[in-house]
């Protein structure tokens, strides 16, 4: 998980995103919202931009967030190739690049 401390955060039965709908027990957001929320975090902190969001919080070309991520454990490398991405992501990514690979022949990518 991530080296610094990360506060305990409570459902509140309102919607994060700050829209006023009111969301079920145990819910930060409405369905999509937090899409919602973090594109509008992303525009008003980052002008929308990615790579500001990035550069703003240390990484870059010399220094790669994803494979801070691996690190931490919270995301893993495909062991069959160069891919990192979640758990689930992985194993998506193993059922179609590695998978149809193995039926046909091909490299894997």
């Excluded at 975090?41 to 010399?62: M, R, T, W």
């Excluded at 931490?72 to 069959?80: I, M, T």
Aim: aromatic share 6%.
């Amino acid at each position: 998980m991530t080296s610094k401390p990360l506060p305990h955060l409570t459902p509140t039965g309102t919607c994060w995103c700050g829209c006023a709908t009111k969301v079920g027990t145990g819910s930060f957001f409405a369905p999509g919202h937090d899409k919602v929320a973090e594109a509008a975090l992303l525009a008003a902190e980052y002008g929308s931009s990615v790579a500001q969001l990035l550069h703003g919080h240390g990484y870059g070309p010399g220094h790669s967030v994803s494979a801070r991520a691996v690190s931490e454990g919270v995301w893993q490398k495909c062991p069959s190739c160069a891919y990192v991405g979640a758990p689930a992501s992985i194993a998506n990514h193993n059922k179609k690049a590695h998978a149809a690979a193995g039926r046909s022949g091909e490299q894997p990518r």
